[in-house]
Structure formats: structure tokens, C-alpha cells
């Protein structure tokens, strides 16, 4: 078992090392003032080695991953979460299970352990529920799963590493304790680059019928770095030269790249969508921080209820598969060739 305090060391040195942010992340808590002494007194011995070891909080009920030393990409079972390495290097955590509401990654980093995701605060009052990397809508037969006031448990998990390294989930998104509104069946694949892959297949339970109804919340999100945001001097750009979020939100693309700063240098992520989802999706793309892609919001992103388009699964089409990308990188877009990143993507979601 891990103690409290070389949890809170270990968290602390991630948060204020990568990304100058006071003790606010995750493990922290109250008790700021100790974990400030600890994080002074173990700095210097820490830093060569923080981020070979990424501590969350959850523990899952994940398969033991097998750990190659000389593969690209590795994940390791550990008691608090799948811990992915990229050339034995932190890179992110995957959470699931017990009191979560949903899966997510947390803490997402840079090549150089810069921290490009939003602290996770357990009295955070600004959207919650936006945790590092997760998948999930809102309005899934009147179910709000984006707020979390439904719970997508995870019923199988496996992994793998390589190259790409593998999580495989066999999620129940809940209606209650135990009756699922839809299986969710995803594959998450890591490269060495930092471009992650979900491939989803959303499913109706056996003699059931599942209407996603028309919203703006969804599917695949991310809450960058504060720093990042547009308001604090990030930028917005899309795969038809669009720029802003005002003008990027809603719109259909290729790809939609958000850059910013974290601490001086800049850093970037890209979503991606696939051509063969089936039907274009459109970017909630926000100048405080929020990022995602979602095929179900017609009317919502257009702003005109006349326009939504209701998807259901029934015995007649009793499945979706939706594709997507998000590509981690240091530099601006266009310090990017993202249009080759968008064929790698293509490439590993045939």
C-alpha cells in the first residue's frame, strides 16, 4: 500500500515541476502545507527519476499487463491504475473502476514531462466532470453519461504493450447499479509519437432499443492545461485553415489543432476524425479549455434544432463504429506536418 505522503510527493513533483501549478492536483487535498515540506525536502532526489512512475488513485480490475523492456510503448498493471510509458518514460495513466463515474487518462504529459491536462481538484466548481482524456455523451435514452450523472463501469479490461501498445474495454454505460443502456466495446491504441487511437463500437444490449438524442457534450474530450487555453493565448486551427474557436467550434474537419503555452513553451493537441464514422463529426472546441469531437450533436453545434438528426440502435442496426485520433506534441500546428500524423491515423484505423 502506498502512503498518503509519497503519493502527495509524487503528484506534487509532477504538478509543480511540469506545469508550475501550487498542490491542487490530485492526492493533494488539504493538506497543501505538508506536502509542500515533503516536495522541498525530496526535490533534488526526485526530479532524475519523477516520471518514471505516475501515481493516480484508483485501482483497477485490469488483466497484469506483460512489460517488455525494449518495447516503444509499455503499460504496467500497478495497484492505482495501467501506467503507459513511451522509452520508459511516463507518459499518462489509465483510471476505471470503483466509485469512478467514468474511465479517463490523468495526468497526460509531454516528451519533457510538461503537464498538458487540467489538474484534477476534488472541489473544482468549473465543469467537474472534464477529467484528462475520456470518452462519453450526455442524452443516451435521457441519460446524461458527459455530467456524469450516469456511470460507465468497465466489465473487461486487457492490455498490452508494443508498438502501438493496447487497452481493450468492455464498458457498461448504467441506467443503475447493474442495468446497462448500451456496451461500449474500445480499443486504445499508444504509439511512440503520443497519437492515441480509439476504436469504439457502441452496441444495444440484447432485446433493447438506445436513441442518442441531439447535444453538444460529447464524445471523445479533453481539458487541456490551463495555460493553454485560448484566453490565456492558445490557438486554434483546423484542417481548412480555419482559426479560433469561434470559428473552428461546431465545424466539421479533417482534424482541429489546439496549441498554447505551459510554462514558456508551447505545446499542442490534435483531434482527428475518421471518414468512414458514419457521418461527419464536429468540434466542441472552447477558449477555456475544453476540446472534443462528436457525431451526435447536428443541431446542437448548428445551433438549430431543426437540424438534429436523433441516432438509434435497435435489431435492425444494433451497432456504431466511431474512429478517432488525438495526437500529443510539443511545438505549434504549424511547427507540425499534421496532414502526415491525420494518414498515420487513417492508417491505424482501417
Known amino acids: ?65 506483460p512489460v517488455v523492456a525494449d518495447q516503444p510503448v509499455t503499460i504496467e498493471s500497478q495497484p492505482d491504475g495501467l501506467v503507459v510509458k513511451i522509452q520508459g518514460k511516463a507518459f499518462t495513466v489509465f483510471h476505471q473502476g470503483g466509485a469512478l463515474r467514468k474511465p479517463y487518462f490523468w495526468p497526460v504529459v509531454a516528451a519533457d514531462g510538461a503537464l498538458l491536462t487540467r489538474p484534477i481538484d476534488p472541489n473544482e466548481k ?68 503520443r497519437l492515441i487511437t ?50 473552428c467550434w461546431g465545424q466539421p474537419a479533417k482534424w482541429v489543432d489546439y496549441s498554447g503555452p505551459v510554462n514558456g513553451k508551447t505545446y499542442g493537441v490534435t483531434l482527428m476524425d475518421h471518414p468512414g464514422n458514419f457521418r461527419p463529426s464536429r468540434y466542441h472546441v472552447r477558449d477555456y479549455g475544453l476540446f472534443s469531437v462528436s457525431p451526435f450533436g447536428e443541431g446542437a453545434y448548428q445551433n438549430d434544432k431543426e437540424k438534429a438528426k436523433p441516432v438509434i440502435l435497435d435489431d435492425a442496426t444494433p451497432s456504431l463504429r466511431i474512429r478517432y485520433g488525438l495526437y500529443i506534441h510539443d511545438g505549434s500546428a504549424a511547427d507540425n506536418k499534421l496532414a502526415a500524423t491525420y494518414d498515420e491515423f487513417l492508417q491505424a484505423t482501417k
Open 126 to 193: 468549473d465543469h467537474p466532470h472534464h477529467k484528462g482524456i475520456w470518452l462519453s455523451v450526455d442524452e443516451v435514452n435521457d441519460i446524461k453519461f458527459w455530467v456524469e450523472r450516469g456511470k460507465i463501469a468497465t466489465r473487461e479490461i486487457t492490455s498490452t504493450s508494443g508498438n502501438p501498445a493496447k487497452i481493450q474495454l468492455r464498458n457498461e454505460w448504467l441506467k443503475d447499479e447493474t442495468t446497462p443502456v448500451l456496451i461500449e466495446q474500445t480499443t486504445i491504441s499508444i504509439y511512440p509519437d
Open 1 to 65: 500500500m502506498i502512503r498518503f505522503g509519497v503519493r502527495c510527493v509524487v503528484i506534487c513533483l509532477l504538478v509543480i515541476i511540469a506545469s508550475d501549478q501550487s498542490c491542487d492536483a490530485r492526492g493533494c487535498r488539504t493538506v497543501k502545507p505538508r506536502c509542500r515540506r515533503q516536495f522541498v525536502a525530496c526535490q533534488s532526489s526526485a526530479q532524475a527519476s519523477m516520471m518514471t512512475t505516475i501515481v493516480g488513485l484508483q485501482s483497477p480490475q485490469a488483466a497484469p499487463a
Open 198 to 247: 480509439y476504436d469504439t463500437t457502441l452496441s444495444t444490449p440484447k432485446n433493447q432499443l438506445v436513441r442518442f438524442d441531439d447535444t453538444k457534450e460529447g464524445l471523445l474530450g479533453i481539458r487541456i492545461a490551463q495555460s493553454m487555453r485560448e484566453k490565456e493565448g492558445g490557438s486554434v486551427i483546423n484542417s481548412e485553415g480555419q482559426k479560433t474557436t469561434q470559428v
